[in-house]
């Protein structure tokens, strides 16, 4: 699966349980930093992908929206990764999201946004193409990947 984040998981707990951002996104404006792509955590493992969609429109300025999936495809594995086009609307993003609930699903903890590892989205392309994923050739299991306007598939990359 994609790469996590810079920092691990359980280097950071607030007292909700919920993970902060690394102390490099704490008040450094995006457009000095310039990450693009930003892991969220704390995701209910029941959510479906098309849950996700809703909550996240595409208008929100991603490019590529991928949640990693079980080996089975049945449940999420709890975090999943966006790229945006610009660190603004990354930016934009994570003011909006981190340490805020969904307001269409249930959920017991706060989701946690912070920089992704690899940043980019031909890095992340490049990620998702060069492990064997079995099991993303299932609709469900597929990145959301926005190309000119439109949704294509990864294997037409």
């Not at 991603?62 to 449940?75: A, E, H, I, N, V």
């Not at 909006?96 to 017991?108: A, C, G, N, T, V």
């Amino acid at each position: 699966h994609v790469t996590a984040t810079a920092a691990s998981s359980s280097d950071f707990t607030e007292e909700d349980g919920s993970n902060p951002p690394p102390a490099e996104f704490h008040g450094v404006p995006s457009d000095v930093g310039g990450g693009t792509t930003l892991m969220v955590r704390n995701i209910p493992s029941e959510c479906s992908q098309e849950q996700l969609l809703q909550e996240w429109p595409a208008e929100l300025g991603y490019d590529l929206f991928y949640l990693p999936r079980s080996s089975k495809g049945k449940t999420n594995l709890g975090y999943a990764f966006l790229n945006f086009s610009s660190a603004v609307d990354a930016e934009a993003f994570r003011v909006r999201w981190h340490r805020k609930r969904f307001e269409r699903l249930p959920m017991d903890k706060r989701l946690s946004v912070s920089l992704a590892v690899v940043q980019g989205f031909d890095a992340n392309v490049a990620q998702l193409k060069q492990k064997p994923y079995g099991h993303l050739r299932s609709r469900h299991c597929q990145p959301v990947i926005i190309a000119r306007g439109r949704q294509v598939r990864l294997q037409d990359l």
